[in-house]
C-alpha cells in the first residue's frame, strides 16, 4: 500500500472500489440461486467476501491517513460502519436490477469479508500500534 500513503490517492482508491462494487452489483442476474450450482454460489458468495474485504481494508487506510492520532478502535469502527452501510446499500442496489434481489443473507456474507479485513488489520497493525502507544506513554507518564 505504499502507493496509498496520501490522502487524496487512498480515498481515490476508495471510491474506485465502490464503483467496482456498484458496477458488479448493476449486471442483470439470470436463475436464481436455488439452481445454480453448488460450486457458482460458492463462487458467488466468495466474491462478496473478497469484495467486502478489500473495502474494509481501503476505508481503514483512507480514515487512517485522515485521522492519523486516532486509535485503532477508532479507525476500526469507522471503516467497519462505513463498510457495512456500503453493503446495505449494495443489497438495496440490488432490489432496483432486473434479475437480482437484495438479500440480507448477503449482508451477512458481507459482514464476512469485513470482519476478514478487521481481523487482518488487527493482526497485522493492530498489535504494532498497541505496544507503540503503550511504550510512549511509559516515557511520557511513569507511573
Same mark, same amino acid.
Request: hydrophobic share 50%; net charge positive.
Given at each position: 500500500m ?5 490522502r487524496? #490517492? +487512498?480515498?481515490?482508491a476508495? $471510491?474506485?472500489? /465502490?464503483?467496482?462494487?456498484f458496477?458488479?452489483?448493476?449486471? *442483470? ?6 439452481? /445454480? *450450482?453448488?460450486? /457458482?454460489?460458492?463462487?458467488?458468495? !466468495? +466474491? ?18 485522515t485521522? *492519523? &492520532?486516532?486509535?485503532? #478502535?477508532?479507525?476500526?469502527t469507522? +471503516? ?17 436490477? *432486473?434479475?437480482?434481489?437484495? &438479500?440480507l ?6 459482514? +464476512?469479508?469485513?470482519?476478514? !479485513?478487521?481481523?487482518?488489520?488487527? $493482526?497485522?497493525?493492530? #498489535?504494532?500500534?498497541? #505496544?507503540?502507544?503503550? &511504550? &510512549?506513554?511509559s516515557?511520557v507518564?511513569p507511573?
Amino acid at each position: 500500500m505504499r502507493c496509498l500513503r496520501s490522502r487524496s #490517492r +487512498a480515498f481515490s482508491a476508495l $471510491v474506485v472500489w /465502490m464503483a467496482v462494487i456498484f458496477a458488479f452489483s448493476s449486471i *442483470p442476474g439470470g436463475s436464481p440461486s436455488s439452481d /445454480m *450450482p453448488l460450486l /457458482m454460489l460458492f463462487e458467488r458468495k !466468495g +466474491a462478496h467476501v473478497f469484495e467486502f474485504l478489500i473495502l474494509f481494508l481501503l476505508a481503514y487506510n483512507a480514515f487512517r491517513l485522515t485521522f *492519523p &492520532k486516532e486509535t485503532f #478502535r477508532f479507525l476500526g469502527t469507522l +471503516a467497519v460502519s462505513f463498510s457495512l452501510l456500503y453493503a446495505f446499500s449494495d443489497e438495496t442496489h440490488q432490489l432496483f436490477v *432486473p434479475g437480482r434481489e437484495g &438479500k440480507l443473507s448477503d449482508v451477512g456474507i458481507d459482514v +464476512a469479508g469485513i470482519v476478514l !479485513g478487521a481481523c487482518a488489520v488487527y $493482526v497485522l497493525f493492530g #498489535r504494532w500500534n498497541f #505496544r507503540s502507544i503503550r &511504550k &510512549k506513554q511509559s516515557r511520557v507518564n511513569p507511573l
